[in-house]
């Protein structure tokens, strides 16, 4: 009913940079928040940031400073830009939303993408 679907993945040096996209398409009445988490080799996944409708936005600790969340309610779709990689961020990245699918509905349902995978060598 709803796909999500990531971009923007790839290889890169230490002190580089990447953009991820997330594109929600399907059965849309709106999103609520939409998230970056990331799952690092061995590792559980982990919060990255997340960012409400109305743009108020949540970083862990480990994003402050060298990521930045923003979306494009129009398109359905988040970005997550990274600067200043470092080694430490090589992961998959996953996006979710949390997607209400009609007007007559008011619950909301959790989405999540397929991930792309990050690799940032030192």
């Known amino acids: 009913q709803v796909q999500l679907v990531e971009s923007g993945g790839g290889l890169v040096q230490a002190g580089g940079s990447l953009r991820l996209s997330c594109a929600a398409s399907?059965?849309?009445?709106?999103?609520?928040?939409m998230g970056w988490y990331r799952q690092p080799p061995g590792k559980q996944r982990e919060l990255v940031a997340t960012?409400?409708?109305?743009?108020?936005?949540n970083y862990a600790d480990s994003a402050k400073g060298r990521f930045t969340i923003s979306r494009d309610n129009a398109k359905n779709t988040v970005y997550l830009q990274m600067n200043s990689l470092k080694p430490d961020d090589t992961a998959v990245y996953y996006c979710?939303?949390?997607?209400?699918?009609?007007?007559?509905?008011?619950?909301?349902?959790?989405?999540w993408g397929q991930g792309t995978q990050v690799v940032v060598s030192s």
């Open positions: 960012m409400s409708s109305g743009g108020r936005s």
């Open positions: 399907g059965s849309i009445f709106s999103i609520n928040t």
């Open positions: 979710n939303a949390f997607v209400r699918w009609t007007v007559l509905e008011r619950a909301e349902h959790l989405y």
